[in-house]
């Protein structure tokens, strides 16, 4: 079926063209580069991976609660609203809930494998263009992906967020070399990380949890290739400079933080607006998970070398200061180890099943 007919809202035009600005820079020096870089392309190398084949996509998912997470999680919960919904209301909010969630994933990813491949496009070092080839093959795996989960397991789709396409267009529309990078690597990428974080380890549903699990390990070589090559930049920037890419990083964090409201599912069952958006405001889970979802990025920001008083006063403001000093090694390390745990235990159930299959066969063939 179209996608144009399982969009929940109208989604408007079928092509959103943002004019591109920048120069393409080629790279004459082929046979030298920084070391650590060159070894995150290599495991960007090693870990390509076949979604049709590593995720099992028979599992069924119930579309009124795809992704089994707690009915806190949706603002409406606990309000006049939801009193007087019946199983099946809530069934549809739940589902209306993770389309829009996974939808805005999908774009998303759309919008990484575009950055991505500006990247390759735009910046001037060779290694960084080898590594951001194999990150724009990633990218194009997690937009099937989600795109797939909407289509065959959900069968619903919400457009783009107006905050994430306006930071989208911010990154894509500045010529500058490295902006692609800070908007897509440091802040729609640690945000969509901790986001998929959070669904990950409170999903009850198989398939969900391998998804999120599975593209998670590829998100967290995308950020270190972020602060790898902004950090070395950002060291030789005049203080003018900083501090318009510190402006840059204080809006996207607003409007990322204003992206995860979900008010236009509450738009499309009747709710009006600035209701919606109190419920949102009010909703004691969604502001921790707001909070949360800053993990990634307030870090990652500090470690690049962008963290002057505007920008620290700003996370003050957001209540996520605090965050500046999570071990970002750290979680990557355990994105990592997750997924390969997900694989050994599944393809470890899958051999045992295998094992018992054979033996029944045996069996049945040796009686009389």
């Given at each position: 079926m179209p996608t144009y007919d399982l969009y929940a809202m109208d989604p408007g035009a079928p092509l959103w063209q943002v004019p591109a600005t920048g120069a393409a820079r080629f790279s004459w020096e082929y046979d030298e580069g920084r070391e650590r870089l060159l070894a995150l392309y290599q495991k960007g190398k090693d870990k390509q991976w076949d979604a049709q084949k590593r995720i099992a996509w028979d599992l069924e998912v119930d579309p009124c609660d795809p992704l089994g997470t707690p009915d806190e999680a949706i603002s409406l919960y606990g309000t006049p609203y939801w009193a007087k919904m019946n199983d099946r209301d809530k069934g549809e909010l739940r589902k209306h809930f993770a389309s829009w969630q996974f939808s805005q994933f999908l774009h998303g990813e759309q919008g990484a494998m575009v950055c991505a491949a500006r990247i390759v496009e735009s910046v001037p070092d060779l290694d960084a263009k080898l590594y951001s080839a194999t990150q724009t093959m990633d990218e194009a795996r997690?937009?099937?992906?989600?795109?797939?989960?909407?289509?065959?397991?959900?069968?619903?789709?919400?457009?783009?967020?107006?905050?994430?396409?306006?930071?989208?267009?911010?990154?894509?529309?500045?010529?500058?070399?490295?902006?692609?990078?800070?908007?897509?690597?440091?802040?729609?990428?640690?945000?969509?990380?901790?986001?998929?974080?959070?669904?990950?380890?409170?999903?009850?549903?198989?398939?969900?949890?391998?998804?999120?699990?599975?593209?998670?390990?590829?998100?967290?070589?995308?950020?270190?290739?972020?602060?790898?090559?902004?950090?070395?930049?950002?060291?030789?920037?005049?203080?003018?400079?900083?501090?318009?890419?510190?402006?840059?990083?204080?809006?996207?964090?607003?409007?990322?933080?204003?992206?995860?409201?979900?008010?236009?599912?509450?738009?499309?069952?009747?709710?009006?607006?600035?209701?919606?958006?109190?419920?949102?405001?009010?909703?004691?889970?969604?502001?921790i998970f707001r909070q949360l979802l800053f993990s990634r990025i307030v870090p990652c920001v500090k470690d690049i070398g962008l963290w002057g008083k505007r920008l620290q006063q700003a996370y003050v403001d957001m209540g996520v200061f605090e965050m500046g000093n999570t071990n970002l090694d750290l979680l990557m390390t355990q994105d990592e180890e997750i997924a390969e745990q997900l694989d050994a235990e599944r393809f470890a159930a899958e051999e045992e099943a295998r094992v018992a299959e054979v033996a029944e066969a045996i069996r049945v063939g040796a009686e009389p």
């Open positions: 997690h937009a099937e992906i989600y795109s797939r989960f909407l289509h065959e397991k959900i069968g619903m789709v919400y457009p783009v967020n107006d905050n994430l396409r306006a930071l989208l267009g911010d990154t894509l529309a500045d010529s500058r070399w490295d902006m692609p990078y800070l908007g897509m690597q440091v802040l729609i990428e640690g945000l969509a990380l901790a986001a998929f974080g959070l669904l990950r380890d409170t999903t009850d549903k198989p398939l969900p949890k391998q998804i999120l699990a599975y593209v998670m390990q590829d998100e967290a070589r995308h950020v270190a290739f972020g602060r790898m090559a902004l950090r070395d930049y950002y060291k030789q920037l005049t203080d003018a400079e900083r501090r318009e890419r510190e402006d840059f990083v204080i809006e996207g964090c607003y409007l990322m933080r204003d992206r995860l409201r979900g008010v236009e599912v509450l738009e499309n069952f009747g709710i009006p607006t600035p209701e919606a958006e109190e419920y949102s405001e009010r909703s004691e889970f969604l502001a």
